[in-house]
């Protein structure tokens, strides 16, 4: 059985810090990117940062560049999203999301239920 469970949200105040997990089960962790979106209220989800399967290369939403770092531990199959500098408009549910990209895991896509985060004084 596939699972993509997220942890660490928490509340945090503006400029603090967070350091999200997400632990993956039941498929080969290390054919598959993984990448963290968020969704704020009302407003659609959105990329916030991508790593390749090998953690080799990672991509970022413009307004988290700087801010957030993606990694990964293919050895205990989890992906962090370390987030620094945290502002109220960071508040979201934080996904994560892994997709195939080797061999007959190509296009399969899997997605955690969230962690929520509130940055808020």
């Known amino acids: 059985q596939v699972q993509l469970v997220e942890s660490g949200g928490g509340l945090v105040q503006p400029g603090g810090s967070l350091r999200l997990s997400c632990a993956a089960s039941?498929?080969?962790?290390?054919?598959?990117?993984m990448s963290w979106y968020r969704q704020a209220p009302g407003k659609e989800r959105e990329l916030v940062a991508a790593?390749?399967?090998?953690?080799?290369?990672?991509n970022y939403a413009d307004s988290m560049k700087g801010r957030f770092t993606i990694s990964r531990d293919n050895a205990k199959s989890t992906v962090y999203l370390q987030m620094n500098s945290l502002k109220p408009e960071d508040t979201a549910v934080y996904y994560c999301n892994a997709v195939g990209v080797r061999g007959a895991t190509r296009g399969m896509d899997y997605w955690g239920k969230g962690t929520l985060v509130t940055v808020s004084s």
């Open positions: 790593i390749t399967n090998t953690g080799g290369y990672t």
């Open positions: 039941g498929f080969t962790f290390s054919n598959y990117a």
